[in-house]
T-cell receptor, first 115, second 113 residues
């Protein structure tokens, strides 16, 4: 079974600075997708970025980018030019290509933005 | 507007009183799933459905039932709720295929006294 680990329960960053959230996972599969979801105080789950395991190039979405290290099973999220609206819980998730295609989530990192 | 809706958004009930949380999506998605979110545990899958009349257990199915009679609806049934089912529940849907984004409903906060 796959597991996803987020070792930083809480992080904080000054507004306009850059912050990196860590995520590691364990799997024996070679074909899968990785996701970062944002959960603001409204509780809505919002997709931030996704990465296909077979793509070596790191995904980027505006101020959000990932550092995907397949051999190390690491999938960190970098947020550049942090804004107050980035304050949220961030979840790393793994989606298998087999069986039930379920999302396996980490325990989350709560990000605080300091004005 | 493409969306996943859940009702109710908030529910306080008592032990043993049967309840249903509805979930509906308007995106013609084949795949639907229920998750529960608990502090320090992230989101865990309860049940999923790959298509109409096809459902199966996730990681934490005990105490829950589901049905998928129509493509758009995937209700979650708690026949005899207990306090350990107090949680935040999310319904999600996607097109078939692991590369597709799962769209989440707004969540249902359930308290069982």
């Amino acid at each position: 079974a796959q597991t996803v680990t987020q070792s930083q329960p809480e992080m904080s960053v000054q507004e306009a600075e850059t912050v990196t959230l860590s995520c590691t996972y364990d799997t024996s599969e070679s074909d899968y997708y990785l996701f970062w979801y944002k959960q603001p105080p409204s509780r809505q789950m919002i997709l931030v970025i996704r990465q296909e395991a077979y793509k070596q190039q790191n995904a980027t979405e505006n101020r959000f980018s990932v550092n995907f290290q397949k051999a190390a099973k690491s999938f960190s999220l970098k947020i550049s030019d942090s804004q107050l609206g980035d304050a949220a819980m961030y979840f790393c998730a793994y989606r298998t290509n087999f069986g039930n295609e379920k999302l396996t989530f980490g325990t989350g990192t709560r990000l605080t933005i300091i004005p | 507007e493409a969306q996943v809706t859940q009702n109710p958004r908030y529910l306080i009930t008592v032990t043993g009183k049967k309840l249903t949380v509805t979930c509906s999506q308007n995106m013609n998605h084949e795949y639907m799933s229920w998750y529960r979110q608990d502090p320090g545990l992230g989101l865990r899958q309860i049940y999923y459905s790959m298509n109409v009349e096809v459902t199966d257990k996730g990681d934490v199915p005990e105490g829950y039932k589901v049905s998928r009679k129509e493509k758009r609806n995937f209700p979650l049934i708690l026949e005899s709720p207990s306090p350990n089912q107090t949680s935040l529940y999310f319904c999600a849907s996607s097109l078939q295929g692991y590369y597709n984004e799962q769209f989440f409903g707004p969540g249902t906060r359930l308290t069982v006294l």
